[in-house]
């Protein structure tokens, strides 16, 4: 599970699927976790061996930082006031969505 920088159809996410790793994220229509100029795509990705994949309830991204505006940033830099952030939210937390993975692991 993570930021693998690579969109869904390029090399580095082939590699995992030809090596039999399952996409846990691949049901979804139009997956995305990253807004970079108005462009929206998939950096964030889960994958499952074929043994976990059974035991995997769901997964999706939770999209809570990718939509929102730059002016709710995470960081202080360029001298933005500390005060407009309100911690107590998960919004914006990230430029990335997080990708949550829902694990049925008792025997």
Not at 14 to 19: C, G, K, L, P, Q
Not at 27 to 32: K, Q, V
Not at 45 to 72: C, K, M, R, Y
Request: aromatic share 12%; proline share 8%; glycine share 8%.
């Amino acid at each position: 599970i993570g930021d693998m920088n690579a969109y869904f159809m390029e090399d580095p996410i082939e590699v995992f699927r030809s090596a039999g790793l399952v996409d846990l994220l691949a049901g979804e229509s139009n997956p995305y976790s990253y807004v970079f100029g108005g462009q929206s795509g998939a950096l964030d990705h889960a994958f499952a061996t074929s043994s976990l994949a059974p035991q995997v309830t769901g997964a999706l991204e939770w999209h809570i930082n990718a939509d929102e505006p730059p002016v709710l940033d995470y960081n202080l830099e360029f001298g933005r006031d500390p005060s407009l952030f309100d911690a107590a939210t998960p919004y914006r937390a990230s430029d990335h969505d997080p990708t949550l993975v829902g694990l049925d692991l008792v025997p």
